[in-house]
């Protein structure tokens, strides 16, 4: 049996030594990688062979790659970097990296076209200055074929070891056991189509409720498909951090550890980090030092751990004396299962989209919670520049950079004068939302070419200046060019999917600029494409098609719905038809409050409370502590940490008595379990339509133009998912029982309880 692997995979693993080194770098985006890539291409001879594959074998190793360029002319083989600033620069260990990987496209061209020699050039092309530094360098190719075969055995061993942990997997996952007696109703059903589609390489959006055990009834399938599939790599992706424990506590229900199953739980690197207080690179921090020449031995005490979640990755890393956070970035090259968040895959520099695509890995991608989604990546796909940031960077700029900031604050003055900001005027009193717009000076327009110059300049003078000065940037310059080359960057792909608006904050006289993602279709469908199969599932996933358009997956997605386990007289619900409306909110505090009373009185024990703002949910508060003040309540703050989210959720016990008051869409409307007496019953005072705003009105009109729903794609889906997520806490098992309150008048219209679960009755 042969192993595959990429000649730049190869170089990485072989041939990386010294420090972990990342210190700010004035790095080219990718996109203006591939085009100083094209550049330099355009400018060769006729003849000239672009994107050369090459590929040959060394014992068990068959290696593969892709070479920027040959000129047969010349016998000339090139490898492109592109950079900023001086060449000298570039770090040595990085300019190293490039020579090992010429040298192996060199000796593979030899191989392939039975050369004596090549001529190896490593071109150095500056996307600022359109300047090429070439390095060149003429080699037999019998020292070339000593190089690789030097490279291939320091790897083959790792390659020989990988070989027999697949083959040792692949076999575990066929007789793999689903770890109980018996499905729960519905979790079979879950597992045979995942399976199905696993290996006929589909797309599926699997609606499954809360209760049937979706997270193991997932994974279990999926494993049990890797060998047939077949699957290199599953990546489990979640919203949160508590869907990562629940994949990780399923895996461990599977087998854990004493399955032949590598499996990483990624995290972020604040997360993780232990110096928060030193800079990634050798000089600073103590496990950055050195950090590739003890690399090869954490990594192999990682493979043999085989669980890896944040306390494995931690003690190894400890034993080790590396980064934790940067050995799990390399972990993930070597492991069958990666559970992390939904940007390890998604963003637009990924670490597992870039190795799926750079490996050409088989994978499977499982999206927990995935309603989520759409609005997580809309905010990967959007930028906002704030005026505050502007003003901040102008005091900390260096001389050098006085006259790009200038000039950069003048366009943006010029933009907002031009576009003659008008305050919004409110219109909530035309009864048809719950929450007013917010009062700002606001305005959607074209994309502006002269501010889009104006920061590319900003970025390139500071780009220039970084590469000349031996000074750390100011935190407030460095945020401002990130955020500069980012909204450049998203401007480039601006199109339909997108809108650029200005808002002048309440207190500020400089406007925010943003580049706002609407529709992330446009970014998630090569995502998938790169994936060989793909299942999204969820308890709100309806309609199928509104997430098939927002997410770009298709007419051919499949749907699957999975029905609830649950009978209906386990929830008792009830209409109240009082209006939530923005104009009718303080006519509503008494009946409301009245209501909440009369079940808790009937019904003493642990109550939530959804509203759909932090200002609703304060005059309910404030009204309940007046007129009720008998009954023991506790509300959602508006930032509340990690500590405080957590003294929240512990007043709910068993055999408590009390009442929490949060905001729906909130950390406490999905994603908490308070099973069993912990909650007995919730009320939703609000339909939960998100805020109308000029963005969101500027979304409709995008959605109905390319959908012809644009006001049910904007406003009312959200909404009832919302709803129908924050009622899921109720009822989290087969033995809760429990009461729901649906508190306004529009619950009672036909087109709105035919959109909310069949199960409840209604």
Same mark, same amino acid.
């Given at each position: 049996?042969?192993?595959?692997?990429?000649?730049?995979?190869?170089?990485?693993?072989?041939?990386?030594?010294?420090?972990?080194?990342?210190?700010?770098?004035?790095?080219?985006?990718?996109?203006?990688?591939?085009?100083?890539?094209?550049?330099?291409?355009?400018?060769?001879?006729?003849?000239?062979?672009?994107?050369?594959?090459?590929?040959?074998?060394?014992?068990?190793?068959?290696?593969?790659?892709?070479?920027?360029?040959?000129?047969?002319?010349?016998?000339?083989?090139?490898?492109?970097?592109?950079?900023?600033?001086?060449?000298?620069?570039?770090?040595?260990?990085?300019?190293?990296?490039?020579?090992?990987?010429?040298?192996?496209?060199?000796?593979?061209?030899?191989?392939?076209?039975?050369?004596?020699?090549?001529?190896?050039?490593?071109?150095?092309?500056?996307?600022?200055?359109?300047?090429?530094?070439?390095?060149?360098?003429?080699?037999?190719?019998?020292?070339?074929?000593?190089?690789?075969?030097?490279?291939?055995?320091?790897?083959?061993?790792?390659?020989?070891?990988?070989?027999?942990?697949?083959?040792?997997?692949?076999?575990?996952?066929?007789?793999?056991?689903?770890?109980?007696?018996?499905?729960?109703?519905?979790?079979?059903?879950?597992?045979?189509?995942?399976?199905?589609?696993?290996?006929?390489?589909?797309?599926?959006?699997?609606?499954?409720?809360?209760?049937?055990?979706?997270?193991?009834?997932? @994974?279990?399938?999926?494993?049990?498909?890797?060998?047939?599939?077949?699957?290199?790599?599953?990546?489990?992706?979640?919203?949160?951090?508590?869907?990562?424990?629940?994949?990780?506590?399923?895996?461990?229900?599977?087998?854990?550890?004493?399955?032949?199953?590598?499996?990483?739980?990624?995290?972020?690197?604040?997360?993780?980090?232990?110096?928060?207080?030193?800079?990634?690179?050798?000089?600073?921090?103590?496990?950055?030092?050195?950090?590739?020449?003890?690399?090869?031995?954490?990594?192999?005490?990682?493979?043999?751990?085989?669980?890896?979640?944040?306390?494995?990755?931690?003690?190894?890393?400890?034993?080790?004396?590396?980064?934790?956070?940067?050995?799990?970035?390399?972990?993930?090259?070597?492991?069958?299962?990666?559970?992390?968040?939904?940007?390890?895959?998604?963003?637009?520099?990924?670490?597992?989209?870039?190795?799926?695509?750079?490996?050409?890995?088989?994978?499977?991608?499982?999206?927990?919670?995935?309603?989520?989604?759409?609005?997580?990546?809309?905010?990967?796909?959007?930028?906002?520049?704030?005026?505050?940031?502007?003003?901040?960077?102008?005091?900390?700029?260096?001389?050098?950079?006085?006259?790009?900031?200038?000039?950069?604050?003048?366009?943006?003055?010029?933009?907002?004068?031009?576009?003659?900001?008008?305050?919004?005027?409110?219109?909530?009193?035309?009864?048809?939302?719950?929450?007013?717009?917010?009062?700002?000076?606001?305005?959607?327009?074209?994309?502006?070419?002269?501010?889009?110059?104006?920061?590319?300049?900003?970025?390139?003078?500071?780009?220039?200046?970084?590469?000349?000065?031996?000074?750390?940037?100011?935190?407030?310059?460095?945020?401002?060019?990130?955020?500069?080359?980012?909204?450049?960057?998203?401007?480039?792909?601006?199109?339909?999917?997108?809108?650029?608006?200005?808002?002048?904050?309440?207190?500020?006289?400089?406007?925010?600029?943003?580049?706002?993602?609407?529709?992330?279709?446009?970014?998630?469908?090569?995502?998938?494409?790169?994936?060989?199969?793909?299942?999204?599932?969820?308890?709100?996933?309806?309609?199928?098609?509104?997430?098939?358009?927002?997410?770009?997956?298709?007419?051919?997605?499949?749907?699957?719905?999975?029905?609830?386990?649950?009978?209906?007289?386990?929830?008792?619900?009830? @209409?109240?038809?009082?209006?939530?409306?923005?104009?009718?909110?303080?006519?509503?505090?008494?009946?409301?409050?009245?209501?909440?009373?009369?079940?808790?009185?009937?019904?003493?024990?642990?109550?939530?409370?959804?509203?759909?703002?932090?200002?609703?949910?304060?005059?309910?508060?404030?009204? @309940?502590?007046?007129?009720?003040?008998?009954?023991?309540?506790?509300?959602?703050?508006?930032?509340?940490?990690?500590?405080?989210?957590?003294?929240?959720?512990?007043?709910?016990?068993?055999?408590?008595?009390?009442?929490?008051?949060?905001? @729906?869409?909130?950390?406490?409307?999905?994603?908490?379990?308070?099973?069993?007496?912990?909650?007995?019953?919730?009320?939703?005072?609000?339909?939960?339509?998100?805020?109308?705003?000029?963005?969101?009105?500027?979304?409709?009109?995008?959605?109905?133009?390319?959908?012809?729903?644009?006001?049910?794609?904007?406003?009312?889906?959200?909404?009832?998912?919302?709803?129908?997520?924050?009622?899921?806490?109720?009822?989290?098992?087969?033995?809760?029982?429990?009461?729901?309150?649906?508190?306004?008048?529009?619950?009672?219209?036909?087109?709105?309880?035919?959109?909310?679960?069949?199960?409840?009755?209604?």
């Amino acid at each position: 049996m042969s192993y595959q692997v990429a000649v730049r995979a190869l170089c990485e693993f072989a041939a990386r030594e010294g420090d972990l080194d990342l210190r700010y770098q004035a790095a080219p985006s990718a996109e203006e990688g591939i085009a100083g890539h094209a550049r330099v291409s355009a400018r060769r001879g006729a003849g000239y062979q672009r994107e050369r594959s090459l590929q040959g074998t060394h014992g068990t190793l068959l290696v593969r790659g892709r070479a920027d360029g040959y000129d047969p002319t010349r016998n000339r083989l090139e490898e492109i970097k592109t950079h900023r600033g001086a060449v000298e620069r570039i770090p040595a260990n990085q300019r190293a990296l490039h020579w090992v990987q010429l040298k192996v496209y060199g000796c593979l061209l030899c191989r392939e076209l039975a050369l004596p020699d090549v001529e190896l050039a490593l071109v150095y092309f500056d996307i600022a200055s359109e300047r090429e530094t070439l390095l060149l360098e003429r080699l037999p190719a019998q020292v070339l074929e000593a190089f690789f075969s030097d490279l291939c055995q320091r790897f083959i061993g790792w390659a020989e070891q990988e070989i027999t942990q697949r083959q040792a997997r692949d076999a575990a996952m066929t007789g793999l056991e689903f770890p109980y007696p018996d499905f729960r109703p519905g979790q079979r059903r879950l597992a045979e189509t995942l399976y199905k589609v696993a290996r006929r390489e589909g797309r599926l959006l699997a609606q499954a409720p809360t209760g049937i055990g979706k997270t193991l009834g997932s @994974l279990f399938p999926l494993l049990k498909a890797m060998p047939d599939a077949p699957l290199d790599r599953l990546f489990f992706l979640t919203a949160k951090t508590p869907g990562r424990q629940l994949a990780l506590d399923a895996l461990q229900q599977l087998g854990g550890a004493a399955l032949p199953l590598r499996v990483l739980e990624l995290g972020a690197r604040e997360k993780l980090c232990e110096h928060p207080d030193k800079l990634c690179q050798g000089d600073s921090c103590p496990l950055a030092r050195g950090f590739y020449d003890r690399l090869p031995a954490a990594r192999q005490a990682c493979v043999e751990a085989r669980w890896l979640d944040h306390a494995g990755l931690r003690r190894i890393a400890a034993e080790h004396q590396v980064c934790p956070y940067y050995l799990g970035q390399e972990l993930a090259r070597w492991v069958d299962v990666c559970v992390g968040d939904y940007n390890h895959y998604f963003d637009s520099s990924a670490l597992l989209h870039g190795l799926t695509l750079s490996n050409q890995w088989k994978v499977a991608l499982l999206v927990d919670e995935a309603h989520n989604l759409v609005e997580r990546a809309r905010r990967m796909y959007s930028a906002q520049l704030r005026g505050a940031q502007l003003a901040a960077a102008r005091r900390a700029a260096p001389t050098a950079l006085k006259k790009p900031l200038e000039r950069l604050a003048r366009q943006w003055s010029a933009l907002q004068r031009e576009q003659g900001l008008t305050a919004l005027r409110e219109t909530a009193a035309s009864g048809l939302f719950e929450t007013p717009p917010p009062v700002r000076h606001y305005a959607v327009a074209p994309l502006p070419g002269a501010l889009l110059a104006a920061l590319q300049q900003f970025s390139a003078a500071f780009s220039e200046w970084q590469q000349q000065s031996a000074q750390v940037p100011p935190p407030a310059l460095l945020e401002l060019h990130f955020l500069a080359l980012q909204f450049c960057r998203l401007a480039e792909q601006f199109d339909d999917h997108s809108l650029f608006d200005l808002s002048l904050p309440a207190q500020g006289k400089r406007a925010d600029l943003c580049l706002r993602n609407l529709l992330p279709a446009a970014f998630l469908a090569p995502r998938f494409a790169s994936a060989r199969s793909t299942v999204l599932f969820s308890a709100t996933l309806s309609p199928a098609h509104y997430y098939r358009d927002l997410l770009g997956l298709g007419n051919e997605a499949a749907w699957l719905e999975i029905a609830a386990p649950f009978a209906s007289d386990q929830l008792q619900v009830s @209409l109240a038809p009082i209006s939530t409306r923005y104009a009718d909110r303080q006519s509503s505090l008494q009946p409301i409050t009245e209501l909440i009373a009369a079940q808790y009185a009937r019904t003493p024990g642990n109550y939530l409370v959804f509203c759909s703002s932090f200002d609703y949910l304060q005059q309910i508060a404030a009204r @309940l502590a007046t007129d009720q003040s008998q009954i023991p309540c506790w509300s959602q703050g508006r930032s509340m940490d990690e500590a405080a989210r957590t003294a929240f959720l512990a007043r709910f016990v068993a055999g408590g008595r009390g009442i929490g008051l949060a905001v @729906l869409g909130g950390a406490f409307g999905e994603g908490i379990d308070l099973p069993g007496e912990r909650l007995i019953g919730a009320f939703i005072a609000t339909l939960g339509l998100p805020q109308l705003n000029p963005v969101n009105e500027q979304m409709r009109q995008r959605l109905q133009q390319l959908f012809g729903q644009g006001h049910d794609y904007t406003y009312l889906y959200p909404g009832l998912q919302k709803v129908i997520q924050a009622a899921g806490r109720v009822i989290r098992g087969p033995q809760d029982r429990g009461t729901l309150h649906l508190i306004d008048d529009r619950f009672a219209q036909p087109r709105i309880r035919a959109l909310l679960p069949g199960w409840w009755g209604l």
